[in-house]
DNA sequence: AATTTATGCAACCGCGCTCAA
DNA sequence: CTTGAGCGCGGTTGCATAAAT
């Protein structure tokens, strides 16, 4: 039916190198634009949405393929996603290089990985772990935040004015992005890691800089030297240092209103959460790290990562 | 070494918005 | 004002590869 129409199959699934240099060939022509002309004049075999995905993603210039997400990014999408939500691509307009799905792929691995750190820090649970306890396992008792609310207010209220047409300049504004201090939810030196590492960090400008591994490299030469003169820990392992800056980022949630968008939860306070609120159902009350509001704003599928898992009464 | 499982990424799908006819 | 094409975005899926067993 539908094949017949244009008497060309379109197309799909992945892209060949004769295809790329063809859709190449036509942006140097025409311009990233009229995406449906590549196939109305024959060029390509693909619908119009797939071309323009496919220049966005793998073809434009000047991005970052294949290069990990280095901790600075990290924390820019860390912290605008708290800001913003789940809007990519407007959060990928702060990391040049980067496209909404780079920031899209990168979060939701995140999330998975975190979603798993955390069921397997469960204390209760013994099961199969094999000694590979995370390091959250230690993490203790929640406590009530010390820190300000500083940095990502500052960021909306700086912003949201000029939300419509604000530049990526994420990066560029050094006043933007001030870290606040780790709160007591996790104490850095059970991770190995040392305050220093959490606290403090400011964005420095991103200019195109050599594609590494960032994490092959802590500490990182752009970043400002820590405020404490802690010493400067091993790094334990590549994907500790970008959970806890994802807690750190939890943490500063905690202390502030989710704004308009809704944040994105953090699944860590899930687990954090019910080891606390087991003790005092009014959570709110006796632990103001956990305020009903917080839970009410997330999306109610949030907590099936979680629920997939036995109780606590079958282990 | 073979097999299974986990992970990361590329690409597709569906929805909603914009804008020109 | 309506409508339909084009486009952009967020969510989801499926595959390839790495890691674990």
């Known amino acids: 039916m539908e094949g017949k129409k244009d008497e060309?199959?379109?197309?799909?699934?992945?892209?060949?190198?004769?295809?790329?240099?063809?859709?190449?060939?036509?942006?140097?022509?025409?311009?990233?634009?009229d995406w449906s002309s590549i196939r109305s004049k024959g060029l390509l075999p693909r619908t119009g949405k797939s071309c323009r995905l496919r220049w966005v993603n793998k073809l434009?210039?000047?991005?970052?393929?294949?290069?990990k997400f280095s901790v600075e990014e990290e924390r820019v999408v860390i912290d605008l996603q708290a800001k913003f939500g789940n809007k990519w691509a407007r959060i990928a307009t702060y990391l040049p290089g980067r496209t909404d799905n780079d920031v899209k792929n990168f979060w939701s691995t995140r999330q998975k990985r975190l979603a798993r750190i955390l069921q397997t820090s469960q204390p209760c649970k013994s099961q199969k772990n094999n000694g590979k306890s995370s390091v959250l396992h230690e993490i203790p008792p929640l406590e009530a935040p010390k820190f300000s609310s500083t940095s990502v207010e500052e960021v909306?209220?700086?912003?949201?004015?000029?939300?419509?047409?604000?530049?990526?300049?994420?990066?560029?504004?050094?006043?933007?992005?001030?870290?606040?201090?780790?709160?007591?939810?996790?104490?850095?030196?059970?991770?190995?890691?040392?305050?220093?590492n959490l606290t403090q960090l400011e964005y420095t400008p991103m200019e195109k800089k050599p594609c590494v591994d960032p994490l092959s490299q802590f500490p990182f030469p752009q970043l400002p030297q820590p405020p404490l003169d802690l010493p400067l820990p091993l790094l334990p392992e590549s994907q500790e240092l970008a959970d806890t800056n994802l807690l750190n980022v939890f943490s500063r949630?905690?202390?502030?209103?989710?704004?308009?968008?809704?944040?994105q939860l953090p699944l860590g306070l899930l687990s954090f959460g019910s080891e606390v609120n087991s003790?005092?159902?009014?959570?709110?009350d006796d632990n103001p790290a956990m305020p009903d509001s917080y839970f009410d704003d997330f999306p109610t599928d949030m907590f099936d990562y979680l629920e997939q898992f036995p109780s606590s009464s079958e282990w």
Not at 253 to 263: I, L, R, V
Request: proline share 11%; hydrophobic share 25%.
């Open 279 to 284: 003790q005092n159902s009014g959570r709110g």
């Open 60 to 67: 434009k210039p000047d991005l970052k393929t294949g290069c």
């Open 253 to 263: 949630q905690m202390a502030s209103e989710p704004d308009e968008d809704g944040p």
């Open 156 to 196: 909306s209220s700086s912003s949201s004015s000029k939300d419509q047409n604000f530049p990526p300049s994420y990066m560029e504004n050094s006043e933007v992005i001030k870290m606040v201090p780790l709160p007591d939810l996790v104490n850095p030196n059970l991770l190995n890691l040392g305050t220093n």
């Open 8 to 33: 060309v199959v379109m197309r799909k699934g992945p892209w060949m190198a004769e295809e790329d240099e063809i859709l190449l060939d036509y942006v140097k022509k025409y311009g990233p634009r």
